[in-house]
């Protein structure tokens, strides 16, 4: 299969390349098709005339989408749309990564992919428009919603965590805020996995996380534990995210159900934990 994969350089990106080196693989970085261009992304799908359409790009500064509301829209709701639209004419199908930031965290529970959603910020407002545009295209679409992604490449909690007990003796970190862990590593392992079973009869939106959930805290905590860093755990402090002012609002529940896309595609995952463990 010719598989055209955007954000090929990004972490999510890296990890389905690496992963799906069984098929023709043709990764898309920003030198080649800038999102922000339109006519960019109608060329190079036309050009590699692809079986599969995976956009694993995306804009994720969530504070900085405050102030550059424009390019965030360009990115998260009008590249998809084109490339949802191309994927159409083309009768192929589309798999598109969102987020949990589309909900505002209110409810008590996990999210399930028929809640309504709420998107406190314009990053999760920007992701939630492309989800729907894509939606309202149709074809064989697939939504991917995931949360606090991270890996050994690029800008992620993981890395930052890292970084900072190394040099630091002491750490406060938001205890208030809930969600799932997910590896890059992780979402690509399981895309293979789907990849054999897409049809027309199990398109749309799949929460795709790991088992469990966790705050920040508790995640920075095993991060430090799993990585042996001489830190003192006892110096891992936890704080209200009242506390740690940002520019962009974070829902304080952001955990979502995985039991729809586990119960579709036959699948079974690991604890959030567990996952971390392997990287």
Known sequence: MKILITGANGQVGAALVKLLYEHHVIPITKSDCDLKEINQIKKVIDYHKPDLIINSAAYTNVDQAEDEIDIAY?????????????????????IHFSTDYVFDGKKEGAYTESDSSNPLGVYGKSKLAGDKAIQAIGGQFYIFRTSWVYSNIGDNFYL???????????????????????????????????????????????????????????????????????????????????????????????????????AIFMLEFETWQSVLNKL
């Open 160 to 262: 930052t965590i890292n970084k900072l007990a190394n040099k630091s003796d002491k750490l406060s970190i938001v205890s208030n805020q809930f969600g799932v862990p997910t590896s890059s590593n992780f979402i690509a392992a399981e895309i293979k996995k789907i990849l054999t079973q897409l049809s027309f009869e199990n398109t749309g939106i799949y929460n795709l996380v790991p088992d469990g959930s966790c705050s920040w805290y508790e995640f920075a905590r095993e991060i430090i534990i799993k990585n042996k860093i001489s830190f003192n755990i006892n110096n891992l402090l936890s704080i209200k995210a009242e506390d740690y002012q940002t520019k962009a609002m974070r829902p304080a529940n952001s955990v979502l159900d995985n039991s729809h896309i586990k």
């Open 74 to 94: 360009s990115i998260n709701y009008e590249a998809p749309r084109i490339m949802a639209e191309k994927a159409l004419e083309r009768n192929i199908p589309f």
